[in-house]
């Protein structure tokens, strides 16, 4: 083999290596980390709502109880991620979140946008959240009886005619202003 082609043929394996670590290595690590956050603060909550809004207003939410409490655990499997770290889609209008509150009163949020499978914790960024969350997430609050809609049902004036259902469990939606 000539040395020109070993040096070109070793340049390409390193930058494969390169391309493999930024475009898996990364993604998954984010989300191991977010994952972790996420347990952390339900495992340690004192308690633990899903909720699905609209703007400053709950339309359905759910206190989960302790035992209840696994299937965030479940929704949030460990997952190899691949993309493009600081991708995202400029979209991000999310209308569903855990919450998780503590012993002293502090809050902590996972939103998800289920238009764009984007999520966002309270103090980071938007990510794409893996391919293998997408329907165990939306399980997730199906299974609690808290409705994933279509984006436009979000975005339409509000009116006793046109309310958005709330569910049982769910406080009424005051549409008086």
Known sequence: MSPRRSHWL???RWSCIFLVCWVI?????????IRHQVLSAVRSAQSVRLEEFRGGV???????????????????PIVP???LPGVIALCFSPHHRI????????????TVCF?????????????????????????LFTDHNIPIRALSDYY??????NAPEPTASAPSVSTNK
């Open 10 to 12: 070793r340049w390409f």
């Open 25 to 33: 290595g990364v993604p998954t690590l984010q989300v191991l980390w």
């Open 58 to 76: 709950v339309l359905t939410k759910v206190e989960l109880t302790s035992e209840q409490r696994a299937a965030v655990r479940a929704a949030l």
């Open 81 to 83: 991620d691949i993309g």
């Open 99 to 110: 919450i998780a509150r503590d012993a002293s009163g502090e809050e902590f949020t996972f």
């Open 115 to 139: 238009g764009c499978d984007e999520a966002k914790i309270e103090q980071g960024s938007i990510f794409m959240t893996p391919l293998l969350w997408h329907s165990s997430l939306r399980q």
């Open 156 to 161: 339409k004036p509000v009116s006793p005619d």
